[in-house]
């Protein structure tokens, strides 16, 4: 599922639960005309009054159901999110599909980068579709240092990460930010 499509699914589970408890809350405080009537028709209040105690057993163990799937939805989005998060970059092949781990090569492209004594730090960001994902950089340059060859250096470690990858990024954004702390 797209982000987008996640998004509508948790707003459209977060609003009929909120509906839910509404309509639970206004019947419980008898702001409803009709009572419990409302929700529930005569011959079903019967038949769970004639199951007592079994039938509020029955409504609890689907209450615990029910939260026990929303749980595991939860757990799902949240394991998805935290991989999309990272990504994974999918090339199609002749012989099938190879599936790379974005935050290795976000971390290999960090790691490259402070390969020059004058990074002190870089942070990468990849997103987008992995034909041409968008590629957001940032480098903190020790105070002090000459900036001479730096740009070359990002573009050569752009380059080979580019190349290990298989693809250009569609948009690459390169921001230096001088770091005021003691040089190396």
Do not use: K, Q
Request: proline content about 5%.
């Amino acid at each position: 599922m797209t982000n987008a499509a996640h998004r509508v699914l948790w707003t459209v589970v977060a609003l009929l639960l909120v509906a839910l408890g509404g309509t639970v809350l206004a019947v419980n405080l008898g702001r409803l005309p009709g009572g419990a009537g409302v929700l529930l028709d005569a011959g079903l209040r019967h038949a769970f009054r004639f199951a007592a105690p079994w039938g509020a057993l029955a409504v609890a163990a689907t209450g615990v159901l029910a939260a026990l799937a929303g749980l595991w939805l939860l757990r799902a989005e949240l394991g998805a999110a935290r991989g999309r998060g990272h990504g994974s970059l999918a090339h199609p092949g002749r012989r099938g599909r190879t599936r790379l781990a974005a935050g290795a090569l976000v971390r290999a492209l960090e790691r490259d980068l402070t390969g020059d004594p004058r990074i002190r730090r870089a942070r990468v960001v990849l997103t987008g579709a992995p034909p041409r994902p968008d590629l957001w950089i940032r480098v903190d340059v020790a105070a002090g240092t000459r900036t001479a060859g730096l740009r070359e250096h990002v573009d050569t470690a752009v380059r080979r990460y580019a190349d290990t990858i298989g693809c250009r990024p569609a948009h690459l954004d390169v921001t230096a930010h001088v770091d005021s702390g003691p040089s190396r």
